[in-house]
């Protein structure tokens, strides 16, 4: 059972996994990191690989974004979602995408 606090952001904002199938369903399913196929993801309409997507700018750190697709890569596996995680580590690299999502956030 969710708290009513996540319950009411949900309702407000969808949730991950809805946005996580948006971007299944419209991108290729090839890992942004070594190009390999991201496999299982989904089983019918349950997220079984949630690892298959990584947030550039940590969700933790910037809530903000937490439900940007242009915040989102897919990935084919952990090694590759560590990957991932550390090429936007750079604080500049998070300053200017910070600027950029913020843009399209406006």
């Known amino acids: 059972q969710i708290g009513k606090k996540k319950k009411a952001r949900i309702l407000e904002?969808?949730?991950e996994v809805d946005l996580f199938r948006k971007i299944w369903n419209e991108r290729p399913h090839l890992c942004e990191e070594c190009g390999e196929p991201v496999k299982g993801?989904?089983?019918g309409k349950s997220l079984?690989?949630?690892q298959?997507?990584?947030?550039k700018l940590p969700k933790k750190?910037?809530?903000r974004f937490r439900l940007l697709e242009e915040n989102i890569d897919l990935v084919c596996?952990?090694?590759c979602?560590?990957?991932?995680?550390?090429?936007?580590?750079?604080?500049e690299t998070r300053y200017n995408m910070e600027l950029e999502f913020n843009k399209i956030l406006q």
């Open 77 to 79: 596996s952990i090694e």
């Open 41 to 43: 993801a989904f089983l």
């Open 13 to 15: 904002e969808g949730s």
């Open 81 to 91: 979602h560590t990957t991932n995680a550390k090429r936007y580590e750079d604080l």
């Open 61 to 63: 750190m910037y809530p």
């Open 52 to 55: 298959s997507f990584s947030h």
């Open 48 to 50: 079984i690989k949630p």
